[in-house]
């Protein structure tokens, strides 16, 4: 018996003992252990942060629906989004939170390309390379906390790429001096550093030229807070004059003979990758994760010859009878009349359409998230304007240059010879209905402090807490250290 | 603690060798001690019959105090050489009372043996290995194949429902093998697995109905079906739920939850038996929602436009009069049907004196009581034992399954476009027809712009033209080998393998909302799971004299798992012929993925159990495990229990007999763990997310997790205290036990603020306690012609969060609603949110509310809980609700006359509540966006109609409703789950038994519930989000006819 034991017992539990590997094999994935070790890799983590940008809660989808909301020329449906259009606003509400998470992982993705790149050695990835794909980096983190301060105003300032959950310090107490001067300095890297020129094989990827036009905007903003707007205190705008560093900025975009106004109002939005767009995330038709979602929300329910669309942004009979229908831009930018693809039918407005739809983002078929219409986020007109603006306030340049050059394609009549105040409205009249459903009107809006204002049009009574966002309550039931924006 | 356990670590291997040292010494000093016992002899015979004078074979024969014996032969007979001076022979056999025979001057023993009512002498297996029931120290509950056949059932875990106490039963979804959530004495973790560990005939499985079916994206959280729908409940022999630490420490780092054991039925020795079972089903919905017709619903959105100052909708000029539509479409009618059900089951049974064996077919199918949805399942089976020589035996055991299930999109988590089949079935408005003039189905594009109405989805379209089948194939096999060393020790090696392939293949033409979305969606998906067991274990079994017994097994055990699979999807088909057969039709493919994963754990266990004097009874039991799952630092841990019981009817003070005829006390203290979480969640990862540059795709590969290396198991520290009683000579029995359970080191999946740019993270924080009282009673209550046998159950659980580790946090959002609130002193699963207090029925209300606007009147009144004198949604919150019941309970009763049998079967829920987040679409009174419930219609308030506390039809914004207790319910039930008549026709010259029933199930409910079924979570298995009716499949009421013939 004693031989049963040592011969099978013993021996069971001695290969038992060595048979316990338990070390946890990963196969369908990489970890930063073996990731960050070449050209590749930099440039892969250089793509994750685009695609952060171009996904579903960000330029994909609901961050359009949340630049447009505070508009008066853009509303729901009034069924889908828990009544945002119509300004019913408050910390619990799902898009809030779903945008705020989808920002701050761009952040991450970015951060992470900006502190892994310098530490690798690889001899495909020479220094000037490295340099370029950490400006890049940091104009995508630039862009999206312009993007988040414009929205939420203090919020959280995280330059590191996130590794371990403990002993981080992310709250939002008087952080905007830091962010905006994180953007200032990223976009200034980025300008320095970023190419002249993309070649079509790298197309999509940014140049120079949005580093600038962007930076240009962050002086606008800032200057027009500062003299506009009735944003709070702890925004750090007080006394900001930047306006002539913006007329010199977009300056540089209209004498450099990069971009030029196309002749056609259709062709901004027919024609992609043209010498108007400055930068446009770039969309795949057909490959799944690749689209973008915004045709399908816009276009009306079954109007699609293929494919589903389902109408939910649409604009406002008030804001279109602001329009001089003779306007060129006016059949591109209302849908009156649509025919349906399952009955055949025809729907006009107003015989049958409460309010128009809009046409800016017209397609005549597609599927949800497959359509590969690109988002411009910056266009040569919209640095026109920018310019006009800048110019006006400032008292340096020539404030009609732009302007006249955006209201001769549109077939009105140049402008001359107005007071700064009347010129300051036709400026901010013709940026509104040249780049009007373009994502712009929460930011231009609020730079300019007619949110309430222009929601009367509407018949809503607002108060001047509609600059901001709610923080969203599960953020900060996720982080105490987060104070809630005021009137929330 | 760590501390402890390491002592205990360090010392098991010791202990290991001590045992091992203890078992020579005693095997060696009992074996010479039998050898000594010579002549001269004498022979006995005999033959041994049951109650009703049928052979018994199997039956053993010893002489008294020696291991001289033999066993009965298939007649009944046997014959025995035995020495010259015995006086007593003892005849035993399981579930018989042993008896004790004066043999002096007899040669010839006939012998009837009674059938032991007290089962007290009955085996119960618990893990590697048995007990007799009197000596069981822990908490242990059986369920016996004559209760599981009593109620015709899809899956074991349905078996459980009611039948025992501490172990609640949930239906994720009613759905034909649709799944389905067991708690065994409460939730013990918050993002670890809470199912109970499986065993079945040895083979741990857990089931995690997640991981075994193809995520399909088209609609979006539809309920997995049931993992353990593929093994035919006929083939079980006995069901036992070990749920302190007592019994499970033993599955040590897996025994948190409770371990449910299953042991498929074993051929005995004996002629071959032939049974055939079947039965017939028809099933009706039980209960169908009451909403407006085609008029009344017209009525409704004409009022809230007038409500709203508006041009009402239908005018008699675009849309046409409420009065012309009539009844207009009822949508559960037509998705709703009468279903069949059969079930046949042919087994084979018998054994020569070394050689037994058991086979068995199943094949069952159920047809859902929603068109288009079917569950359809076969299965073979065979086990045989046989003994090698005396001392050596090898067993087999061999399943195998295949069940195809035709899914209707139920439960879907979604609201708008993909809610599924049943959320259109319900919030579809009746105003619009099935088909269109031309035949087409009519769907959402027809419905004219502006109408506004949220026509999500033609659910007879999609139940009818929409595929998503799930077929799985199953094996489940194990072999063993058993080698007897000396009397009482023997060893055991099994080895097994569970391999299990699921394949799911869905379209969606169009017609349907994904179909229409994407011109048509096909799916095809796998997944493969290979699990392999090695289990070595050493058994020592001896009864040293009457006064100690010992019982002990050591052993040595490794389990790996490798899940991989793939996906592959395509839309965009030139037509709806080729669907998913066809893939490369679809002129968009998806991007395919495939995915593996694999764990390990191994583990030395062992456990002693050791009664004195047949009073005090010992059970030591431990395991350590070594588990891949969790960080580099973490791999290790050991999982202790002792426990003690004391039989105080064996006290002379007692006077056995006279009142009490058992009587014992229990308690045990223990260690158990949990590891169900995700595999490799200590790692940081990085995920792949694509982007187009140059027109092209390029891949991007980013941080998608971030790293955790200190991660390790749950340990739940579970006390039990417990009482055992019989009185009148067993005719009534009672259990009861207490429990308290903690938990500590809780794997909590931390939301973490989104600015760190991850939306979650594993981390050991905090700790959570249950604790309850379970009581069973057991009465034989008539014995004589009339026999009544009943049984009662009870048992209350509580839950309590103690210690988070992070900040209070919702659940995932369902349908729209927040999920459950986690937080500090709050049980898992309540809801938080604001309080309402009726709506405003008058201008003087209104007045009440500094906040409160005249607009309001006829919404719903939110009270201001911190009192600062203004309403506001972040501030006003408070708990809302809480699903967890305040007791379960079960009543099943056994009617015997003559031949005839009639079982009839209550179960109850009680305290607890439920969330409808369908509600904020049909219960809100704001029609144009879905149907409406009849009672919040008729009950809404008017200036006609101030006094209710339904809000006012709008057709505009109504409030926040979602965020409210509004959508709450008592889910509190009572349920006629099951009556059977049965018929035992006589013995006769064809058949060895036959009886034939006729059963109806679910044929009654008591229930305030205003939706489908009260016993519900459509978010299955889900830890946090409980109690909640999302879109869930409606139950049945079913009626069946079934024989039972033995051959």
Known sequence: MYNILKYITLPLLILFLNACSLEEEAFDFVTPSNFYENKNDALAGLYASYSAIAESNYYGNKYYFLSEYPSDAFVSDGISDDDLGEYVWNPLQDNFYNVWTAMYKAINQANTVIDRVPGINSADLPQELKTEIIAEARFLRAMTYFNLIRMWGNVPYVEHEVTGIEGLDHGNENTAPKVWNLIMEDLKFAETHLPDEREAAERGRASKWIAKGLLAKVYLQRSGLAQFSPVPANWAVDGVNEWQLAVEKAAEITQSGHYQLLDDFNQVFDVENSAERIFELQYLPNVEGLGSEIPIQLNPDGSLAQGRSFGIGRTTPEFMATWDTTDARFNRTFLLEYTSASNGETYAYPEILLAPYIEKYRVSDGSEDLNGMNFTILRYADVLLMHSEAANESGTGD??????????????????????????????????????????SFADYQRWGIIEERAARLGYELDNTYYLYPIPANEIMANPDLMQNPGY | MNAYLFFYLKNSKRHVGIMLIMLLLTGSISAPAAAVVVIPEKSISGRVTDENGEPMPGVNILVKSTSIGTISDVEGRYKLMVPDNTTTLVFSSVGYIAKEIDITGRSTIDLKMEQDVTALSEVVVIGYGSVRK????????????????????????????????????????????????????????????NEPLYVIDGFPIYSDNGESSVYSGAYNGTSSPNALSTISPDDIESIEILKDASATAIYGSRGANGVVLITTKRGKEGAPQVN????????????????????????LVNQANINEGEPVTFDGVVNPLPSELGEGTDWQDEVFRTAYQQNHQVSVSGGSSNTRYSASANYYDQKGIVIGSRFQRASVRMNMDTDITKKLKLGINLKYSRSVGHIAQSESSNTGATMGLIGSAIQDVPVFPVYKEDGSFFSQPDIPPDMNFRHQENPVALALTGKDINTSNRFLGNMYLDYTILDGLSLNFSFGTDLFESRRNVYFPRGTRVGDRDNGYAMQGLINKTSWLSENTITYKKDFNENHRLNMVAGVTWQEEVRLGNKVEA??????????????????????????????????????NYALYNKYLFTFSGRADGSSRFGAGNKWAFFPSVALAWRMIEEDFLQRGKVFSDLKWRASYGITGNTQINVYQSQATLGISNYAIGNQMVVG????????????????????????????????????????????????????????????????????????????????????????????????NRNEILKLGSEPFYARNIGGINGAYIAEGYPLGVWYGAVTNGIYQNLDQIAEDPWAKEKDLGTVRFVDVSGDGDFDELADRAIIGDPNPDFIWGWNN????????????????????????????????????????????????????????????????NGRLEYSDFFIYDGSFIRLKNVMLAYNVPKNKIFRSAKVFVSGQNLFLLSDYYGYDPETNSQGQNNLNLGVDMNSYPSARTYTVGINVGF
């Not at chain 2, 590969?701 to 039990?720: F, H, Q, R």
């Open chain 2, 276 to 299: 055939y079972n079947a039965y017939f089903g028809m099933q009706k919905v039980a209960k169908k929602l009451d909403l407006l017709n085609g008029q009344e619903y017209a009525e």
């Open chain 2, 894 to 957: 056994n009617f015997t006359f003559k031949n005839f049998e009639l079982n009839v079967f209550i179960n109850g829920v009680q305290g607890n509540e439920i969330i409808s987040p369908q509600l904020r679409f049909t219960g809100n009174v704001r029609p144009r966006v879905s149907n409406q419930v009849r009672e919040f219609v008729t009950n809404a308030w008017t200036a006609e109609n101030p006094n209710t506390n339904t809000p006012k039809a709008t057709s505009g914004n």
């Open chain 1, 399 to 440: 404030p009609y240059f732009g302007l006249n050059a955006v209201r001769q394609r549109a077939g009105l009549a140049p402008l001359s010879g107005l007071t700064q105040a009347e010129l300051r409205e036709a400026i901010r009249n013709e940026r509104i209905m040249e780049l009007c459903f373009e994502g712009h």
């Open chain 2, 701 to 796: 590969i980013g941080p998608a997790s971030v790293a955790n290396p200190d991660l390790k198991w749950e340990t739940t520290t579970m006390y039990n205290a417990g009482l055992d009683v019989g009185m009148f000579e067993n005719r009534l029995t009672l259990t009861a036990d207490y429990y308290y359970n903690l938990t500590e080191d809780l794997l909590m999946e931390v939301v973490l603020p989104r600015s760190y740019g991850f939306k979650s993270s594993f981390r050991n924080s905090g700790e959570l306690r249950n604790y309850g009282v379970e009581i069973g009673v057991n009465a034989h209550i008539l014995t004589g012609k009339l026999k009544w046998e009943s049984n009662v159950n009870w048992s209350m």
């Open chain 2, 134 to 193: 009197s000596d069981l120290t822990g908490a242990v509950s059986s369920v016996s194949s004559e209760e599981l056949e009593r109620v015709p059932i899809t899956s074991l875990d349905q078996g459980l429902s009611g039948r025992v106490p501490g172990v609640m039963v949930t239906q994720a979804s009613a759905a034909p093998g649709g799944g389905i959530s067991v708690r065994i004495r409460g939730g013990n973790s918050i993002n670890s697995g």
């Open chain 2, 571 to 608: 839309t965009n088909f030139i037509n709806d012929i080729l669907q998913d057969n066809k893939l490369s039709a679809g002129a968009v493919p998806g991007i395919p993925n495939s995915f593996k994963s694999k764990w390990q754990i191994g583990s030395v266990l062992g456990r002693i």
